[in-house]
T-cell receptor
Framework: AQSVTQLGSHVSVSEGALVLLRCNYS??????LFWYVQYPNQGLQLLLK??????LVKGINGFEAEFKKSETSFHLTKPSAHMSDAAEYFC????????????FGKGTLLTVNP | DSGVTQTPKHLITATGQRVTLRCSPR?????VYWYQQSLDQGLQFLIQ???????AKGNILERFSAQQFPDLHSELNLSSLELGDSALYFC??????????FGPGTRLTVL
């Protein structure tokens, strides 16, 4: 079985500050890991994914995440927050292959203050 | 725009009723996934179809059913609706190696 824990249901940062959203996973097989973003009243958009290649993954909108097997973590970062980054962020895991039955975390709401 | 379309955008109905949600995957994608998003349960996987056949089942109630048609569009049928079924229902399609692409969702309100 797989699971994802997102630490912090709400993170608030100032514009220009570092964004760090935490995700820890549990998986009995080498995982594929994903970060999705959901803007208000919209669907989920894929930010980035880890599929067992490079451990540092760059995504859209300046976000990146690092896969750390020893820590079972896949934290999402962005060096400088922008007002437009305010949204809910979801970490997800699956067991790889062609099946994308994802298990999602409960989400982290990011607020960016001017 | 993910290329996944869902209709309707909003649906308001009464308890005990039945509704059908429709999804068209991205052009060329054979897989369709249905997810339910609610405040208390978060994002829950319901069911997956691949080229017309059921491939995986998640936390889908017996009152719910789905199918995928030869043109690859999918329908999620929800019957004997209860207040607790009010949620956002997302459809997604997949590309091998790329992850899931989600549609805009259908917001179901059961009164």
């Amino acid at each position: 079985a797989q699971s994802v824990t997102q630490l912090g249901s709400h993170v608030s940062v100032s514009e220009g500050a570092l964004v760090l959203l935490r995700c820890n996973y549990s998986s009995s097989v080498p995982p594929y890991l994903f970060w999705y973003v959901q803007y208000p009243n919209q669907g989920l958009q894929l930010l980035l994914k880890y599929t067992s290649a490079a451990t540092l993954v760059k995504g859209i909108n300046g976000f990146e995440a690092e896969f750390k097997k020893s820590e079972t973590s896949f934290h999402l970062t962005k060096p400088s927050a922008h007002m437009s980054d305010a949204a809910e962020y979801f970490c997800a895991v699956n067991s790889g292959g062609s099946n994308y039955k994802l298990t999602f975390g409960k989400g982290t709401l990011l607020t960016v203050n001017p | 725009d993910s290329g996944v379309t869902q209709t309707p955008k909003h649906l308001i109905t009464a308890t005990g009723q039945r509704v059908t949600l429709r999804c068209s995957p991205r052009s060329g994608d054979l897989s369709v996934y249905w997810y339910q998003q609610s405040l208390d349960q978060g994002l829950q996987f319901l069911i997956q179809y691949y080229n017309g056949e059921e491939r995986a089942k998640g936390n889908i109630l017996e009152r719910f059913s789905a199918q995928q048609f030869p043109d690859l569009h999918s329908e999620l049928n929800l019957s004997s609706l209860e207040l607790g079924d009010s949620a956002l229902y997302f459809c997604a399609s997949s590309v091998v190696g790329q992850g899931l692409f989600f549609g805009p969702g259908t917001r179901l309100t059961v009164l």
